[in-house]
């Protein structure tokens, strides 16, 4: 009886390969209802992000190898691997304590590829909330990811890990300035602006107030201005390319919103041109890198600046694992409380009748000595140890 998990992300596969395993909402909630369909698997969430794909389990089955291999032959039935690709090469297997450890650290942004960023929490919410919405969410991972969001909350509140937000999307926006030199005047075009993290570029171009702002809409009509930024529609997005400087695509669309022959009809006049795509699967065909003058930027070449602001926050990031593992315990010891629970009900229930004909000293005294015959000697000793811990407890109290 024990969580488990397995794993593929941003250190153990390339955008190429986490691509592959990329699941749309409803596969995911398709996948959920057919693992809590079996008989070894009794809870189950999925968190989907652009950096990993992560399955969090329940059951009580002792075998934990067939809760593993279910898990692992019906998630390779519902991604449609291309046969060059041995999908069990990429993933990661963790129970018990490590298991709850990664997700702790998952949604402290500690995993992520840049330490620290904000947006990681807000999908783990999103996982456990999209879980339960199907059925797939019981007590166990329910408490699980409950203490995970608010250890993660601690160490935001806490520490400096998050002072500074840096995420995908302030990297991506770091970037074209860098290549461009310069945003001020460009034209920027972000393809998903309604999403997370077409939101969180958005409010970054914002903030660094420079630049025209343009945003795709799936509506018909015409360009129009609205505040800081003008309307495109979707389906007219290859018409502006010619203007725009930036071109962002941050969508879930399981195809390309750019493919390489379409920006080459669409452009006309050279000049340098950045392409970012913020998008698993990928949004944009990179070989739009080998049109002139053009820069081409996806999640994984943010590695290095990653790199180096994770640098900048290890202190703060020792002092959040010391919150997380505090948590970590507080939930393990609620999950033995709980898995043993019927026995404790049973066990006060006995000592209650023992109290009611004999008195309540002597019903403890009985079950003491019950204790003493029924443990080995270093068990009986662990337990004396804890005993006085709870005594002090109780004094304080």
């Known amino acids: 009886m024990s969580i488990q998990l397995i794993s593929v992300s941003h250190k153990t596969a390339s955008i190429d390969i986490r691509s592959c395993f990329a699941l749309t909402g409803e596969e995911q909630i398709q996948y959920m209802k057919q693992l809590i369909a079996t008989d070894v698997i009794l809870e189950v969430v999925v968190l989907s992000t652009c950096n990993r794909l992560e399955i969090y389990l329940y059951g009580e089955d002792e075998d934990k190898r067939k809760i593993f291999s279910e898990a692992e032959t019906l998630l390779f039935k519902s991604l449609h691997l291309p046969k060059n690709i041995d999908g069990a090469e990429y993933l990661r297997f963790y129970e018990g304590t490590k298991a709850v450890q990664h997700l702790f650290n998952v949604a402290c942004g500690l995993d992520s590829m840049v330490i620290g960023e904000d947006q990681i929490l807000g999908q783990v919410k999103d996982g456990a909330d999209q879980a339960k919405a199907c059925g797939a969410l019981g007590t166990y991972l329910n408490t699980c990811f409950r203490y995970a969001v608010t250890a993660a909350k601690k160490v935001k509140t806490e520490t400096e890990l998050s002072r500074i937000p840096v995420s995908a999307a302030t990297i991506a926006v770091k970037a074209a300035k860098e290549y461009l030199g310069s945003l ?95 998008a698993v699967p990928q949004d944009i065909d990179q070989r739009v890198s080998l049109l002139p003058e053009t820069g081409y930027y996806n999640i994984d070449d943010f590695a290095q600046v990653a790199d180096e602001n994770n640098q900048k926050k290890e ?44 008195g309540l000293n002597k019903a403890m005294e009985q079950f003491f000595f019950a204790l003493r015959e029924g443990m080995a000697p270093e068990q009986l000793e662990i337990f004396m140890e804890s005993l006085q811990k709870i005594e002090d407890v109780y004094e304080k109290n």
């Open 184 to 278: 001020k005047d460009k034209n920027i075009l972000i393809i998903g602006a309604t999403g997370k993290i077409g939101t969180s570029v958005y409010k970054n171009l914002v903030s660094e107030g420079k630049g025209r702002i343009y945003m795709t809409v799936r509506q018909h009509g015409h360009l129009e201005a609205q505040g800081v930024y003008y309307e495109v529609p979707y389906n007219e997005r290859y018409e502006h390319i010619e203007y725009m400087d930036v071109i962002i695509s941050a969508t879930s669309s399981p195809h390309y919103t750019l493919t390489l022959e379409k920006v080459k009809q669409s452009l006309v006049t050279p000049k340098p041109r950045v392409f970012i795509d913020l």
């Open 315 to 358: 202190k703060e990031a020792m002092a959040a694992v010391d919150i997380l593992e505090e948590y970590r315990m507080q939930f393990e010891k609620w999950m033995v409380f709980q898995k043993h629970f019927p026995q404790v009900k049973q066990m006060i229930t006995l000592i209650g009748q023992q109290a009611e004909n004999k």
